[in-house]
């Protein structure tokens, strides 16, 4: 890979970091007090942190901000009375509106099946074991065992492109461009800005980036198609599929595609980012997971649960309700602090403490209901093979004590941006 594609994906990556991080406060103790005190704060929390918002907010909506599990739980699951299509005026803009997230009701079940095949376990195991598994420990873990030292945080983010991107059927054979898609897909997350000077260039630059994407997928989707579609990867097999009694074209195809790659590496990356640097922080369970790789999966969900990527997930109300007693209008925007509601207290014991051994219960790091993230089982598995290599091919492997150590920062998108580690 050329270092011209090196230096853009690592820009990119940095700028949907410091995009989204929002004001350096201590962000637990402030949910803490919110729970206590104010469970459901009339006012758009994340705006106030300087977050901006995939949604297209409209300044004139009311907002309600959540913090406890429970009420989190209900709005999450409840996608009738709790809708998403608003996010087509925000981040959809930039997919002519035909995004997953932003789909209601029974279109979006429809799409939703029709994709969902490539994501099940049966077909992502199949993946594991012919070349996810082979990929991080061959290309990328393999060469790094002589160096003795590394940022973790470099194979972290390009590991999850390379797998992600051979999934869903572009050639292998071609890392460079692979890497300037990746830009251009992390491009398009900067797109919506708090700040105005900011937003008209950030805005311009993801239109830019999301026709150039579109291109792209659509000569790999006409490849395919013509090749006869008969891969397992997810442009072969959306050829093949029948929605609502018909065939999707090579337009519906690769705006789809294009839609699922801003998230489909960066939330692996820095949820790879996190749990790691959890797991270095503390060696004892570092130590257990090494001696039991059962373990290795628990790890994943507690990570997500302790320090999820995406903190906050917005709905809008179609019908006037009432949440603890607050009259919510219709068409009010519903924002539900993910971070608070995975360390509440009532329903996590000990919620502020990272236990592998926690007693299995729903957390929201993924979303939750009929918009849960739809890729999740291809992150966990991949995060579960780099985490299984590292440990295998990495031996004693511990922070490096002559670098900073790593640090779980932002409001939203939340990780790491380093993690040093040497090894025997």
């Not at 996810?132 to 973790?152: G, Q």
């Not at 983010?157 to 992390?186: C, H, M, N, S, T």
């Not at 949440?323 to 502020?352: L, T, W, Y």
Request: charged share 25%; hydrophobic share 45%; net charge negative.
């Amino acid at each position: 890979m050329s270092v011209q594609a090196q230096s853009n994906l690592n820009k990119e990556f940095a700028n949907v970091a410091s995009n989204y991080r929002g004001s350096d406060v201590d962000l637990q103790a402030v949910y803490a007090e919110a729970r206590k005190n104010t469970p459901i704060l009339e006012g758009n929390f994340m705006a106030g942190l300087g977050v901006p918002s995939i949604a297209g907010l409209d300044p004139n909506r009311p907002t309600f901000t959540l913090f406890k599990y429970d009420d989190v739980m209900a709005v999450m699951r409840d996608a009738k009375n709790f809708t998403s299509g608003f996010i087509a005026e925000g981040l959809g803009a930039f997919f002519d509106g035909l995004i997953l997230t932003a789909m209601d009701g029974d279109a979006h079940k429809n799409i939703r099946n029709l994709l969902q095949p490539v994501f099940m376990p049966e077909t992502v195991n199949r993946w594991k074991e012919t070349k996810i598994d082979r990929v991080i420990r061959e290309e990328y873990i393999k060469p790094l065992v002589a160096a003795k030292s590394a940022d973790l945080m470099d194979f972290g983010l390009y590991f999850p492109i390379r797998v992600i991107y051979a999934l869903i059927g572009f050639p292998e054979d071609k890392p460079e461009e692979i890497e300037q898609y990746a830009a251009w897909a992390l491009a398009i997350l900067a797109g919506p800005q708090v700040d105005p000077e900011k937003a008209a260039a950030a805005r311009g630059a993801a239109m830019h980036a999301a026709q150039a994407l579109y291109d792209v997928v659509k000569v790999v989707v006409a490849e395919r198609r013509e090749a006869g579609a008969e891969g397992d990867d997810l442009i072969s097999r959306l050829i093949r599929a029948q929605y609502e009694g018909r065939s999707l074209d090579d337009h519906e195809i690769a705006t789809f595609v294009r839609s699922l790659l801003p998230a489909a590496s960066e939330t692996t990356t820095r949820t790879f980012g996190t749990l790691l640097t959890l797991l270095l922080e503390n060696p004892e369970t570092l130590e257990r997971v090494r001696n039991d790789r059962s373990l290795v999966n628990k790890s994943i969900d507690e990570a997500v649960r302790f320090e999820p990527v995406a903190t906050f997930k917005v709905r809008q109300t179609a019908q006037e309700t009432v949440i603890r007693g607050v009259q919510i209008p219709k068409g009010a925007m519903v924002q539900c602090i993910v971070s608070s509601a995975n360390r509440d207290e009532d329903a996590f014991e000990n919620a502020h403490r990272f236990d592998i051994d926690r007693k299995p219960r729903p957390s929201f790091g993924f979303g939750f209901g009929p918009h849960m993230c739809i890729g999740q089982f291809v992150a966990k598995t991949e995060i579960n093979c780099a985490i299984n290599a590292i440990l295998d091919l990495l031996p004693n492997i511990r922070l490096d004590p002559s670098k900073p150590a790593p640090q779980i920062v932002g409001a939203q998108l939340r990780g790491p941006h380093e993690v040093h580690v040497i090894w025997d």
